[in-house]
């Protein structure tokens, strides 16, 4: 039964290849939830910051402290965030130079930007380029989608300091 044999495990290597790409469209996309959750807390804290301080400028509020914590809560969620886009990477089969942080392909040797050399992961499949093909737009949209966020916050705070100054 050399052929049955044969096609049970070409179907189970397609079942499993399958799974694979599926498993890492699902990953993006809890990956894509996690990033902008984490830019909306972000934009959150920012608006909370932004009143804080105006109730110190405006009304003398002794709220050092309050203003210390949402600034450390920011600066936790910013990692929480870098750490999700590190992932986001990974699974696009990117990688940032460490000296100019322009994205490279994963298994580049050298920065194509600045020249530095890059360390290169051990191994990767056809299968793997293939899968990172497929979700890689899917993950192009993550990144303008945090960028927005990004872009809110700033004006979040522009917005809070215009009204502290009282412009
Ligand atoms: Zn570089």
Same mark, same amino acid.
């Given at each position: 039964?050399?052929?049955?044999?044969?096609?049970?495990?070409?179907?189970?290597?397609?079942?499993?290849?399958?799974?694979?790409?599926?498993?890492?469209?699902?990953?993006?996309?809890?990956?894509?939830?996690?990033?902008?959750?984490?830019?909306?807390?972000?934009?959150?804290?920012?608006?909370?910051?932004?009143?804080?301080?105006?109730?110190?400028?405006?009304?003398?509020?002794?709220?050092?402290?309050?203003?210390?914590? #949402?600034?450390?809560?920011?600066?936790?969620?910013?990692?929480?965030?870098?750490?999700?886009?590190?992932? /986001?990477?990974? /699974?696009?089969?990117?990688?940032?130079?460490? #000296?100019?942080?322009?994205?490279?392909?994963?298994?580049?040797?050298?920065?194509?930007?600045?020249? $530095?050399?890059?360390?290169?992961?051990?191994?990767? $499949?056809?299968?793997?380029?293939?899968?990172?093909?497929?979700?890689?737009?899917?993950?192009?949209?993550?990144?303008?989608?945090?960028?927005?966020?990004?872009?809110?916050? #700033?004006?979040?705070?522009?917005?809070?300091?215009?009204? /502290?100054?009282?412009?």
């Amino acid at each position: 039964m050399k052929i049955l044999d044969d096609v049970v495990v070409n179907a189970k290597s397609v079942a499993s290849e399958i799974g694979k790409k599926a498993g890492k469209a699902f990953d993006l996309s809890k990956l894509r939830f996690s990033a902008a959750d984490l830019s909306g807390e972000i934009n959150k804290k920012y608006k909370a910051l932004g009143k804080l301080v105006f109730l110190a400028k405006r009304e003398g509020a002794q709220n050092d402290l309050e203003i210390e914590n #949402v600034m450390n809560e920011i600066e936790q969620l910013q990692d929480d965030l870098d750490a999700v886009n590190e992932e /986001i990477l990974l /699974i696009r089969n990117k990688k940032v130079c460490p #000296v100019c942080k322009k994205e490279n392909p994963v298994d580049a040797l050298f920065c194509n930007a600045c020249g $530095t050399p890059l360390s290169v992961p051990e191994e990767k $499949t056809e299968e793997a380029e293939e899968a990172v093909e497929e979700v890689k737009e899917a993950a192009e949209e993550v990144c303008e989608k945090v960028e927005d966020a990004a872009q809110d916050a #700033v004006e979040a705070v522009k917005d809070a300091a215009d009204e /502290i100054l009282g412009e």
